[in-house]
């Protein structure tokens, strides 16, 4: 099994994972692009985290200094996660977004409860062997990965 390093999150993501892939497919299924819209996209993108809609709300608002109600970011995120536009995990918390709609596995620190995106790879000798055993071809797959640190638990992205 292989990973990628969390570090460039968008190192390996074509135009189908770049923002103006995201509005591209926005147009491709019918959803306009409302200001409103585009500033909920475009934090997505820029923050590259799991975020709560709340989480959203404040950023465009304050680090943004973007005026946005929060009523149009909770449609917002739910519109653009319903067409597969972002993707959305249920946790215990509430339910939190993020940029990329493609599959793949995340990596949850037990200390601090940080989402971390990882691209893990199987190996194809393991897929056929799942495949020979269910009987279907996997198409897709993630994981969920949970961890502790190996030393202190990172700080929090943009202090
Ligand atoms: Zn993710």
């Known amino acids: 099994m292989t990973t990628s390093a969390p570090e460039s999150p968008t190192a390996h993501l074509g135009l189908q994972q770049s923002l103006q892939g995201?509005?591209?497919?926005?147009?491709?299924?019918g959803l306009r692009m409302s200001h409103q819209r585009r500033l909920v996209l475009e934090l997505l993108w820029k923050e590259q985290e799991h975020l709560s809609a709340r989480d959203v709300f404040e950023r465009i608002n304050t680090r943004e200094r973007r005026s946005i109600g929060q009523t149009s970011v909770y449609q917002n995120l739910e519109t653009l996660q319903k067409f597969g536009i972002i993707e959305c995990l249920e946790r215990s918390g509430g339910r939190l977004y993020s940029y990329r709609a493609d599959a793949?596995?995340?990596?949850?620190?037990?200390?601090?409860?940080?989402?971390?995106?990882?691209?893990?790879?199987?190996?194809?000798?393991?897929?056929?062997?799942i495949e020979a055993r269910t009987g279907y071809r996997i198409t897709s797959f993630t994981m969920q990965l949970m961890g502790e640190p190996l030393r202190d638990p990172p700080k929090p992205a943009n202090p």
């Not at 995201?22 to 299924?29: G, K, L, Q, S, T």
């Not at 793949?104 to 062997?129: F, K, M, W, Y």
């Open 22 to 29: 995201a509005i591209d497919r926005c147009a491709a299924v």
């Open 104 to 129: 793949h596995s995340h990596l949850i620190c037990s200390a601090t409860g940080r989402i971390q995106d990882l691209n893990v790879q199987l190996p194809g000798d393991l897929l056929a062997e």
